[in-house]
C-alpha cells in the first residue's frame, strides 16, 4: 500500500481520500467500515470501495475500505 499518496482517491463517489480515511481512523477512532462511511462518507454510494468482494465495478478499484483499516488500526 505504501505506492498510494494520501491525496489518493479511495471513493470515487464520495471523492474521499486516503488523507481523510486515515484522519478518521487515527484522530476520530473509527474502527469498522460503518464508522468510515459515517464520519467520511466514503463507501456511502455504489459501494465498491469497502471490500474487493464489494466491487462489482469494471475496472476494479486499486485500494479498498478493509485494506486501509487493516493497516492502520494497529
Ligand atoms: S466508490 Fe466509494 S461508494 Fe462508490
Known sequence: MAEFS???EVCSCRKVTLG???HAIRE?????????????EAGSSCGYCKSQEDDFG???MQLYLDQILEKFTK
Do not use: H, N, R, W
Not at 476520530?28 to 467520511?40: H, S
Open 6 to 8: 494520501f491525496s489518493y
Open 20 to 22: 481523510e480515511i486515515v
Open 28 to 40: 476520530q477512532g473509527a474502527k469498522t467500515i460503518e464508522d468510515i462511511e459515517e464520519l467520511t
Open 58 to 60: 469494471d475496472p476494479k
